[in-house]
Nanobody, 125 residues
Framework: QVQLVESGGGLVQPGGSLRLSCTAS????????IGWFRQAPGKEREGVSC????????YYADSVKGRFTISRDNAKNTLYLQMNSLKPEDTAVYSC??????????????????WGKGTLVTVSS
């Protein structure tokens, strides 16, 4: 059974850091394009970052470039999103998704077939 489970969200002050995890089961993470999305209250879901097969290509949304880093640990079958210098506008539910391909247009995977339930990140003083 294919599953994606996110963890690592929480409350952090502006300027702080968090690392989100997305643990996959039922498939090998490295065999698929995979990415992070977020949805802030009252806004549409947007792509944050994605990674192509074998980590060949990485894309980031302009709003997070230089602050967020996507990576994966193949031994743990887990995707990460290291988030530094967090801002209040980063507050959102963050979800990971497996897709058909990863594109710089929107910094997201397209054709997503499996999603995690998400983890809430709140940036506030």
């Amino acid at each position: 059974q294919v599953q994606l489970v996110e963890s690592g969200g929480g409350l952090v002050q502006p300027g702080g850091s968090l690392r989100l995890s997305c643990t996959a089961s039922g498939f090998t993470l490295d065999d698929y394009p995979i990415g992070w999305f977020r949805q802030a209250p009252g806004k549409e879901r947007e792509g944050v970052s994605c990674m192509s097969v074998r980590s060949g290509t990485l894309y980031y949304a302009d709003s997070v470039k230089g602050r967020f880093t996507i990576s994966r640990d193949n031994a743990k079958n887990t995707l990460y999103l290291q988030m530094n210098s967090l801002k209040p506008e980063d507050t959102a539910v963050y979800s990971c998704a497996r897709g058909y391909y990863c594109s710089g247009s929107g910094a997201k995977v397209y054709g997503a077939d499996y999603w995690g339930k998400g983890t809430l990140v709140t940036v506030s003083s």
